[in-house]
């Protein structure tokens, strides 16, 4: 059998794979609702006036994103002790109640609490998104399964806009659709939590073993190392339940011993003198999340991880928020849209339906190449490794980002354009997610902890993003969030330049 066949035999049982690619898909879609829908709740449900409607939907969404960069990285470090599923099912269990109690609020404060409260459950989800995969997939199937993971993400966006934001306007009230797309929304993240607690189970190896998601990347380097008529490791490896500690295992051998705690390489048995070792570690919450922030400083790759993840999310918020906004204000200076407000007029969609209609089929556009470049990256990163596929994409980044920001969004010179922003879009998502669950750099006791930092990068990159391309939209251009990532992209570009060089140099000293 072949060594293919033994990587996704790690994935058993099948119903834990197609569990956590729904509460991929979910998840996404409670993010994509929860923001979407923000501002039609402040009108409908709070009675917010137009003229403080921007303010207070950009306090939602950044007390949202302050809380997600703190949160994230707790929620990664706990999940490398008490399991991930129960933290994944927490995540999920929060924003339900979150999105089932919003419609409901008496005043804006008590939603600004409700949007924490959806945001501490969004940080959960998110860190377990990549600290899940990091346990699930084998090294050499890592980018096809990451492929899937981005693919899954896409259809969960679409999920949002064609399944829960339609129900907001399908009744004569308004309000009343509101609040019924809300409590959809968020009783299908309570009923899922459960599920995804009850169904996500550890799964089982080729001896019968049964890790907390292929506890150890030994494991899967000793199952193909069998299958492929390879000596293996004499040591056999003994996982906890998926509710129980992920750094705690007992290593025994006859002839090698193991230093799991010291050991870079997570788990592999090494050679030594002493018989009949076992090694039980367990290390506390802050040694966990120190060793976060240093396996970024042991392996540059996982450094480009956290960069990648910057640099995606970003890219996220400029095709969400700004493309629409660069259309408006283009119709606005070309005279064909009039409104009082400018671009954040209230009434913008109806009264410049054309610029409109033009914005939402630019970002539609864009939305469609990431989703189906998902998997063609995803087969890159196994062919020609995670850290090209970033450096890759922060190339067409770098190039399509300084394009877009002069060019005139009513030509059509720009769909070919925002194709290519977001084929980069997708690619630093898989890339990322390949670097940052790697078992070659990560210790898997660790993997929680790294998938938490992965994720603060992320949320900074939104923050910095919408914030710095805000403030440049107002006061210089238009198009100045797309050269703020145009830098970014660049400053990724030279850093895994320099990443390939200092692993070619050191190949080449060994």
């Known amino acids: 059998m072949s060594a293919t066949m033994a990587s996704w035999r790690l994935l058993k049982p099948s119903w834990s794979w197609a569990v956590y690619?729904?509460?991929?898909?979910?998840?996404?879609?409670?993010?994509?609702?929860?923001?979407?829908?923000?501002?039609?709740?402040?009108?409908?449900?709070?009675?917010?006036?137009?003229?403080?409607?921007?303010?207070?939907?950009?306090?939602?969404?950044?007390?949202?994103?302050?809380?997600?960069?703190?949160?994230?990285?707790p929620w990664g470090v706990v999940s490398d002790r008490i399991g991930r599923r129960t933290v994944y099912a927490a995540g999920f269990a929060l924003m339900g109640i979150a999105l089932i109690a919003s419609p409901f609020v008496p005043s804006y404060g008590a939603l600004v609490g409700l949007r924490l409260v959806f945001a501490l459950g969004g940080g959960a989800a998110v860190s377990m998104l990549a600290a899940v995969l990091a346990d699930y997939a084998s090294d050499a199937h890592r980018g096809k399964l990451a492929g899937l993971?981005?693919?899954?993400?896409?259809?969960?966006?679409?999920?949002?806009?064609?399944?829960?934001l339609p129900v907001t306007v399908k009744y004569g009230d308004l309000a009343k659709g509101v609040r019924t797309a809300y409590l959809i929304a968020g009783s299908v993240s309570a009923v899922f939590s459960v599920l995804l607690f009850l169904l996500l189970t550890p799964v089982t190896n080729t001896s019968g073993e049964k890790p907390e998601l292929t506890a150890a990347a030994a494991m899967s380097e000793n199952i193909q190392q069998a299958?492929?008529?390879?000596?293996?490791?004499?040591?056999?490896?003994?996982?906890?339940?998926?509710?129980?500690?992920?750094t705690?295992?007992?290593?025994?051998?006859?002839?090698?011993?193991?230093d799991i705690a010291a050991s870079t390489e997570a788990g592999r048995a090494h050679q030594g003198n002493a018989q009949g070792l076992e090694v039980s570690t367990k290390k506390s919450l802050w040694q966990i999340a120190s060793e976060g922030l240093q396996a970024a400083k042991q392996d540059p790759k996982v450094a480009l991880g956290y960069v990648g993840s910057f640099l995606a999310r970003g890219d996220t918020v400029i095709i969400t928020l700004f493309i629409p906004l660069w259309v408006y204000q283009r119709s606005i200076e070309l005279g064909t849209c009039t409104v009082g407000g400018g671009v954040n007029d209230p009434t913008i969609k109806s009264a410049c339906a054309s610029a409109y209609s033009r914005a939402y089929m630019i970002s539609g556009i864009c939305q469609t190449a990431a989703l189906l470049g998902a998997p063609l990256f995803g087969y890159l990163c196994d062919?020609?490794?995670?850290?090209?596929?970033?450096?890759?994409?922060?190339?067409?980044?770098?190039?399509?980002y300084f394009w877009m920001f002069a060019a005139d969004p009513m030509k059509n010179i720009v769909i070919f354009i925002v194709i290519l922003v977001g084929l980069s879009e997708i690619g630093l998502v898989i890339g990322n997610l390949a670097l940052v669950t790697n078992n070659e750099s990560i210790d898997p006791s660790i993997r929680g902890s790294v998938a938490g930092i992965s994720s603060v990068c992320g949320s900074i990159g939104i923050l910095m993003t919408s914030k710095l391309g805000g403030y440049l939209f107002d006061k210089w251009n238009n198009g100045a969030p797309f050269f703020v990532l145009a830098i970014g992209h660049l400053i990724a570009l030279l850093f895994g330049a320099y990443v390939i060089i200092s692993q070619r140099n050191a190949v080449s000293a060994k």
């Open 227 to 246: 299958e492929e008529g390879l000596p293996r490791s004499d040591a056999t490896v003994t996982a906890l339940p998926a509710d129980e500690t992920s």
């Open 21 to 73: 690619l729904v509460a991929v898909s979910l998840g996404i879609a409670q993010f994509v609702f929860v923001n979407a829908g923000s501002s039609i709740l402040l009108v409908e449900i709070l009675n917010v006036p137009n003229d403080s409607l921007g303010d207070k939907t950009g306090t939602l969404s950044f007390a949202d994103q302050i809380v997600s960069i703190l949160s994230v990285w």
């Open 383 to 400: 062919r020609i490794s995670g850290v090209n596929v970033v450096l890759l994409n922060a190339v067409i980044g770098c190039g399509f």
């Open 248 to 258: 705690s295992w007992k290593l025994s051998a006859d002839t090698r011993t193991a």
């Open 149 to 164: 993971v981005g693919l899954a993400s896409g259809l969960g966006a679409l999920f949002a806009l064609f399944v829960y």
